[in-house]
């Protein structure tokens, strides 16, 4: 701890002392400094340059439809797919951003930089899911100026949870008074699928020489499907005790999609104090609610959870508020960047089953809170300079988050022992449950960009990170670009990531049980069924993330890459199969388990990407991802349900001087389907694999005039149904639900 505090004492001064720098030293450009007639780019912008990266313009948003979540369009960038948590199925509708194949839980959400961490307020279950719909949904489309996504070892820089990459969505930053409208309808062709409207709207002005004010706004509404969208292909009935009726069977089909209500509202004051030094002030309020339609976790129902999917209630609300300050520095001996950034979450939800069948079933209609709060500080610092006799651009950087998790829910299961023991660091009796969790993790690093010769740029680095409860841990990173002519450059990329435990892996208080049937196979129930507990002896996850390739820059505007990726995954957690005690309950033995971590899986695939001009009005883009695996190594299971392969196409063609036609395809391999139990471990009977499919959309946009133009078009042009067949393992890899036939318009004007 006393090292965390002077890691975080000596740059929170290192920032202050060059913040106050007076206005008369030399500004240089953020992104580049010039060194003896050479230009030496930062060491972070040649990292997003490496083929593991791509960048979503905001021409590319307002050429496409998005719904409700931008991860409708990062889905379409090389190695990128929507997933679930794990390869169970469960949850399978609340789609998440996946980077190669690595899951959802590795890939880093930022917004401008900053880390994005609210979903980590959301139970994980023993499977590895949670009933949360992400982080990539916090900012609207309209209001977003470009995205970054960045792969493999582009990604490791950024600390804890980028192993498998990042996003950083950087939104609009107006220089004048200005003042954009938004809007967006959205109707499917079936009835049975939900509609969507948004509208948003974003204002500026200056407030003075050196101040500038900034709000926006938003409001996003997308329907839930009908609870009986998968009827046709899941004959599932439950039976359960109706307070009226009795014993009562019903049709219980895997639920469609829930729908979902956005409010936004942020707010900035931008300080330019002087030529070298900007301060911005930043807040905003963000509340998503649910509107529920009987999504359940395994296959359980009950009265409260049909009445409340028959009513379309709000079943949980997520809150986010967040706020920061940034300095940004421009000197003569270099740039900087730093902030102080506080983010709360509050999670509130109906309650719901914590064991066996019903589990991850509302139960009851009382709600309960989840609060999450997150610090974070960071300083950055590019500095150029000679090393080892070369033009150098070195980046110097610390960074501490602390994470305190309140969840007085998700600890509540009970422990029945007759001998007076129990489970180990486990407290039987539930008042006395740590419902506070906390992490507290310190980080610095360096990382330089040399130009070894005119052809050879070398960009090693390194991070260390303290963590309170698994130690230090060190991330060495190589990238290289070696230009072998005019055209051609071959790049490479090597780097360790990480991921540290989140707070219910580490809470041994938070209990899980199986009343039996859920037990690991070859430990079955003894007569009082399996406990499974947090474990704060954990280490962290990390993975050796290599990528290699070539990039192709030809006249004309053509452009290519092909790059082959490889990810040893070390020490990935889950819920343990082997049991590490035993007590008794007066009706038998039971078993209880920890999360552990596993040795080894495995992530390779190979990306390429294609675009050139076909014409002076028409451009083609395509890419392709290869997945070649993406197991566990001991048991061989997929880590999540990702395509064999996957195909982007797309055509920019300006038809006239107004009207601009972008017609697009994405083609879905495969999808192989566990052929275990992810729970247990038990083999599955017949499992079913998803079959290829291909999703057709037509996009228009039509300039009214310079500063208003109206969209439209059609999405799943041929009416493609992708239904979900169950709600855990039973479904195979036919998990979730895809769009079908919609149409839409929107209306985009500045003033």
């Known amino acids: 701890m006393a090292k965390i505090g002077l890691c975080l004492a000596s740059s929170t001064a290192l920032t202050l002392t060059l913040a106050l720098f007076p206005a008369t030293v030399r500004a240089q450009d953020s992104d580049s400094i010039v060194l003896e007639q050479i230009t030496v780019t930062s060491a972070e912008e040649q990292v997003k340059q490496a083929l593991g990266a791509s960048t979503v313009t905001a021409e590319d948003i307002a050429r496409q439809q998005v719904v409700n979540d931008v991860s409708e369009i990062i889905r379409k960038m090389p190695g990128v797919n929507l997933t679930g948590s794990s390869a169970t199925g469960q949850r399978g509708n609340q789609r998440q951003i996946d980077i190669r194949g690595m899951g959802p839980e590795n890939t880093l959400i930022l917004i401008d930089g900053k880390p994005v961490l609210s979903r980590n307020s959301v139970r994980m279950t023993r499977s590895g899911e949670r009933d949360s719909r992400g982080d990539s949904n916090w900012v609207p489309a309209e209001l977003i100026d470009h995205i970054e996504v960045l792969r493999g070892p582009a990604a490791a820089r950024y600390g804890s949870g980028a192993a498998g990459g990042v996003v950083n969505i950087i939104t609009k930053e107006p220089e004048h008074e200005t003042f954009s409208f938004s809007a967006q309808m959205t109707q499917p062709e079936s009835s049975l699928e939900g509609s969507g409207k948004r509208a948003n709207f974003l204002y500026a002005r200056p407030l003075g020489q050196n101040l500038t004010f900034r709000l926006t706004g938003n409001y996003n509404k997308t329907d839930a499907d009908s609870p009986d969208i998968n009827a046709s292909v899941d004959d599932t009935t439950c039976t359960y005790t109706d307070t009226d009726a009795g014993s009562v069977t019903v049709d219980c089909p895997a639920a469609g999609r829930e729908g979902v209500v956005n409010k936004d509202l942020t707010a900035q004051l931008r300080w330019k104090m002087d030529d070298a030094n900007t301060i911005d002030f930043d807040a905003s309020y963000s509340r998503q609610g649910n509107i529920f339609t009987g999504d359940r976790q395994n296959s359980s129902v009950n009265e409260t959870l049909e009445d409340l999917a028959a009513a379309g209630a709000e079943t949980n609300v997520m809150k986010r508020r967040n706020f920061a300050i940034t300095h940004r520095g421009d000197y003569a001996f270099g740039t900087s960047e730093s902030y102080l950034q506080w983010e709360h979450t509050d999670n509130t939800r109906n309650l719901e089953g914590l064991a066996g069948g019903p589990e991850g079933s509302i139960t009851s209609t009382e709600k309960g809170t989840i609060l999450l709060d997150n610090i974070n500080a960071k300083t950055e610092w590019v500095l150029p300079m000679q090393l080892v006799g070369k033009d150098t651009s ?83 990173s190589l990238n290289a670009a070696l230009k072998l002519s005019d055209s051609w450059t071959a790049k490479f990329g090597i780097a360790r ?186 083999p599955l009977t017949d499992p079913q694999d998803r079959d290829p499919y291909t999703l057709v959309n037509l996009g228009a946009r039509y300039a009214l005039s310079d500063s208003t133009s109206l969209s439209a078009g059609i999405s799943n042009i041929f009416d493609v149904q992708v239904l979900r067949e169950g709600s855990s393992t039973s479904a195979g890899a036919n998990s979730y639900n895809e769009s079908g036939r919609a149409f839409y318009i929107g209306l985009n004007a500045t003033f």
């Not at 859920?518 to 079955?524: D, H, I, L, W």
Request: proline fraction near 5%.
């Open 394 to 476: 070195l980046t110097l950087g610390a960074e501490v988050r602390h994470e305190r998790l309140n969840d007085p829910i998700s600890t509540t299961q009970t422990i029945t022992s007759t001998t007076g023991g129990g489970i180990d660091g486990t407290n039987t009796d539930v008042a006395d449950r740590k419902t506070v969790m906390t992490q507290l993790t310190a980080g610095v690093y360096a990382e330089a960009n040399i130009y070894w010769s005119e052809n050879l740029t070398l960009t090693p680095a390194l991070r260390l990170d303290q963590n309170e409860y698994f130690g230090l841990n060190a991330s060495p």
């Open 497 to 682: 990531a990480f991921k540290a435990p989140n707070l219910y892996q580490l809470n041994n208080d938070y209990v899980y049980y199986t009343r039996g049937n859920g037990c690991p196979t070859g430990y079955p129930s003894l007569g009082s069924g399996c406990y499974v507990v947090g474990n704060e002896d954990l280490e962290a996850e990390t993975s050796i993330n290599t990528e290699l390739g070539l990039a192709y820059e030809g006249a004309g505007g053509t452009n290519a890459t092909i790059t082959a990726f490889h990810n040893d995954y070390r020490n990935k957690i889950q819920a343990g199969n082997v049991p590490v005690g035993t007590f008794e309950t007066g009706s038998g033995t039971a078993q209880y388990f920890q999360w552990v971590n596993i040795p080894k899986a495995v992530v390779s695939g190979v990306e390429g990407s294609f675009s050139t001009p076909l014409g002076p009005n028409l451009d083609l883009a395509t890419n392709v991802t290869y997945m070649i695996d993406s197991k566990n190594s001991e048991t061989g299971e997929p880590l999540s349900l990702v395509p064999d392969y996957t195909i982007n196409l797309s055509m920019n063609w300006q038809a006239t001087e107004k009207l601009m036609l972008t017609p697009s395809l994405t083609h879905y391999g495969r999808i192989q389907a566990a052929s275990t139990n992810t729970v247990t471990g038990a």
